[in-house]
C-alpha cells in the first residue's frame, strides 16, 4: 500500500509560470539555468576532495616554518605530477 502523498505543482518555483509537468517545481528552463548556476558549487566540492567529515578530524595545530623559502629549488615547493 503506498502511503506517500503525491505533490503536483502548478507554477514554477523560480519564474512562476504554468507547468505542463506537474510533478517538477521547476519548468525545463529553469531547472537548467539552476543546474548551471549550482554546478561550479558542486565542481568545487568534488575538486577539493576533502568530506565535511574529514575536517572534524583535522589537525588542530599548525606548524610554523621559521625557515626562509629559496624560490623554485625549494623542496616544498615542487610539484610532483
Not at 567529515?53 to 606548524?63: F, I
Amino acid at each position: 500500500m503506498d502511503t506517500m502523498s503525491h505533490l503536483y505543482y502548478l507554477h514554477c518555483h523560480y519564474c512562476g509560470e504554468p507547468l505542463s509537468n506537474r510533478e517538477s517545481p521547476y519548468c525545463p528552463t529553469c531547472n537548467l539555468y539552476l543546474c548551471y548556476r549550482a554546478m561550479p558549487f558542486l565542481l568545487g566540492m568534488i575538486l577539493t576532495g576533502r568530506l565535511a567529515t574529514d575536517l572534524a578530524t583535522a589537525p588542530t595545530t599548525l606548524e610554523l616554518i621559521t625557515d626562509t623559502a629559496h624560490g623554485y629549488d625549494d623542496e616544498r615547493s615542487l610539484l610532483w605530477e
